[in-house]
């Protein structure tokens, strides 16, 4: 992840090419999804009211409250979350991601020790939050990649 995007990159003083890039031989990446990181519809709704963790949506909060929903049919919220926008995980400028302890302060005091399940509105945002609580040192982070959309399409 290049913290600062492209405007950091270039304030570095970095150089950019438009040349593509030439292979230098074969990779040896091999993807390991960890399951035990993601809970699925189901084990959401079967965990309201006694959840061994804490919803965190990372959405806005005009659709967190259901005053807006540009995406999906239903607006509001999955009962049980909080609010943490995903946008808090940079600075006030957008530009940068927190440093480790602005963001230890932030997500160390949700969830009254309990793990945090991320979610979204499609579970892409979820995974900024998601992000920042591993840089924060939260080894306990879970992802609802269904998030909102997946939810609503249930009720």
């Given at each position: 992840?290049?913290?600062?995007?492209?405007?950091?990159?270039?304030?570095?003083?970095?150089?950019?090419?438009?040349?593509?890039?030439?292979?230098?031989g074969r990779g040896n990446f091999s993807a390991k999804p960890q399951k035990n990181l993601l809970v699925d519809y189901q084990g959401v709704k079967e965990n309201l009211g006694k959840a061994p963790w804490q919803l965190v949506d990372a959405r806005d909060s005009q659709r967190f409250a259901g005053l807006q929903e540009p995406i999906d049919p239903i607006a509001g919220r999955i009962p049980t979350a909080i609010n943490q926008p995903w946008q808090n995980v940079t600075d006030k400028n957008s530009e940068k991601v927190k440093s480790t302890a602005e963001l230890k302060a932030q997500f160390d005091t949700l969830g009254n020790g309990k793990p945090l399940l991320n979610y979204c509105g499609s579970g892409v945002t979820a995974c900024v939050n998601f992000?920042?609580?591993?840089?924060?040192?939260?080894?306990?982070?879970?992802?609802?990649?269904?998030?909102?959309?997946?939810?609503?399409?249930?009720?």
């Open positions: 992840m290049l913290n600062g995007g492209l405007k950091a990159w270039l304030s570095a003083g970095k150089a950019l090419s438009t040349r593509p890039p030439v292979p230098s992000y920042g609580q591993y840089l924060a040192g939260r080894r306990d982070a879970l992802l609802y990649p269904g998030s909102w959309s997946d939810w609503c399409a249930h009720q």
